[in-house]
């Protein structure tokens, strides 16, 4: 839900300003602008006492003091407020109801200053509210208040807030239950905690690591072809021939293609190490980082999807990742926020759905496949980059370029073949009354779990080759960033497809738009 203007505030609540660290921070970034500002205007053309000087230095850290004097917060029974602003005055309330996550964040400064930033999101591109920074006690103590959307009867304010001349606080409810004053969290022990190690070796798997490392091996591979094509030593002067030029431009490649694998590993290390997953009786918590922190709730009623993310060195090296989507669109984007397990093992996958979504009704050897014109229709888009080759290597090679070309194109439909073959082994789909099943992909594996009850559309979509085929693209989407909420199924017989459409828009319609967030 968007912001929604709070012309008036609430009458009986009592506000709160962030941790004063907030002021320090904010002094911070004023003395950076500061220096950036009279590095621009330079130095020597700021004389002592001038008004540009004045303004340069009074402007930012006025600046900041005040907007930490104007930025205050409190909750109520109905929804989150925040005021700030100095010039632009923003008022927003935000609905408990509307509440997706809560989640914290914290640097090393932060950390050193037990304080953390609080992030409270909705469904929305822009209803989000951050404050920062508010003590760990307070920070619990809001996250507890806030995940609940009925007024709780404890007192709102956080026990260190500076009130800001607001008046008393109401009564609590007395139809609420009070916990009792000692009562302490559940310390429950982590669902799932992968070690360094394990992260390690699931990261290796990755993209972003397997790109540059087979970047490496490829030049090692050309470049030693050109060698053993003729490269010689050294010139009898000592100056460096065509030979060692290629070894340098080798090594230079090589270090590259390494350097970035290994400055990716390590900046995904730091993001996901210390990777904690806990269950409670209404939401999971997820704590992730080494240098900055981060900590988030999710409500699992809030949960869209589950996803399992294995590609063929991830099925090779026995590790698959888990992944969720929420309505959340801000959710932070910290590199472990979206798993459930960043370093699993296979099938482990199966416990977090129970955890996370409450029931699992389907499984792998459920699965029934699509059409087999799937293969099909698979070759058929493969083949189409054949003749383009062969011609490329035809028109400029002569007899020689026509060998080379018609034992690439053979090959290429060899691979083709093997490639279609194990496409249609791997696209798989089952539906229950409450979840839907569908996996996909021969290189980059997916399994998607989908509840029923967050499908926000489904549609049919075919080609034109397709039509043809009589095939048809079963999709469906749930709330999520971007098109990470889109579930497509390739290539069902079109009269299977329509009545795959229509068991899942009609429990869709079925299921009120509140149950669908």
Not at 93 to 112: E, F, H
Not at 476 to 487: D, N, S, Y
Not at 490 to 513: F, H, K, N
Request: proline share 7%; net charge positive.
């Amino acid at each position: 839900m968007a912001p929604s203007a709070d012309t008036t505030a609430p009458a009986a609540v009592a506000w709160s300003r962030p941790h004063p660290l907030t002021l320090v921070v904010e002094l911070g970034s004023a003395v950076r602008q500061v220096v950036v500002a009279l590095a621009v205007v330079g130095f020597e053309v700021v004389e002592l006492g001038s008004l540009i000087e004045l303004a340069l230095v009074v402007g930012p850290l006025g600046g900041a003091i005040a907007r930490w004097f104007t930025t205050r917060y409190a909750v109520d029974g109905d929804a989150l407020h925040f005021h700030h602003g100095l010039i632009w005055r923003r008022r927003q309330a935000l609905p408990r109801a509307n509440i997706q996550n809560v989640s914290t964040t914290a640097g090393l400064v932060a950390r050193l200053g037990s304080v953390v930033e609080l992030h409270v999101s909705d469904a929305s591109s822009n209803g989000d509210i951050t404050l920062r920074f508010v003590s760990l006690h307070d920070a619990e103590r809001l996250t507890a208040l806030l995940r609940r959307s009925v007024p709780a009867g404890d007192d709102p304010a956080p026990a260190g807030g500076d009130p800001a001349g607001a008046e008393p606080a109401a009564s609590p409810d007395p139809t609420e239950p009070v916990a009792p004053p000692s009562s302490a969290p559940v310390r429950r022990p982590p669902l799932v905690g992968p070690g360094l190690g394990r992260l390690a070796r699931a990261e290796l798997t990755t993209a972003a690591v397997l790109v540059p490392g087979l970047a490496g091996l490829v030049a090692v591979l050309v470049c030693s072809a050109a060698l053993a094509a003729g490269a010689a030593d050294l010139a009898p002067d000592g100056v460096p021939t065509d030979g060692w030029r290629r070894w340098l431009v080798l090594g230079a490649v090589v270090a590259v293609a390494a350097g970035a694998a290994a400055a990716n590993l390590i900046r995904r290390l730091v993001a996901l190490g210390g990777y904690q997953l806990t269950a409670e009786p209404d939401r999971l918590r997820i704590q992730v980082g080494l240098l900055t922190e981060a900590r988030i709730t999710v409500r699992r009623e809030r949960i869209q999807q589950l996803k399992v993310e294995r590609n063929l060195v991830q099925r090779a090296w026995g590790v698959e990742r888990v992944l969720f989507e929420t309505a959340d669109l801000d959710l932070p984007s910290s590199a472990g926020t979206r798993y459930l397990d960043p370093a699993g093992r296979p099938g482990g996958w199966r416990r977090l759905a129970l955890e996370a979504m409450g029931r699992l009704d389907l499984d792998e050897p459920d699965l029934q496949p699509v059409s087999r014109l799937t293969r099909r229709r698979t070759m058929a888009r493969l083949a189409l980059g054949t003749p383009l080759t062969l011609l490329a290597l035809v028109v400029p090679g002569g007899p020689s370029g026509f060998a080379v070309a018609a034992a690439g194109a053979i090959g290429w439909l060899l691979a083709g073949w093997w490639y279609s073959n194990r496409r249609y082994r791997e696209l798989g789909w089952a539906l229950s009354a409450d979840q839907l099943l569908v996996r996909s992909g021969v290189f980059a594996g997916q399994l998607c779990l989908v509840d029923l009850d967050k499908v926000q559309s489904a549609r049919l979509s075919a080609s034109l080759f397709q039509r043809r085929l009589g095939l048809t693209s079963f999709l469906v989407a749930t709330a999520g960033r971007g098109f990470a909420g889109l579930v497509e199924l390739p290539d069902l017989p079109r009269a299977e497809a329509e009545a795959l459409l229509a068991r899942v828009a009609g429990r869709a319609a079925l299921t009120p738009i509140a149950d669908t967030l």
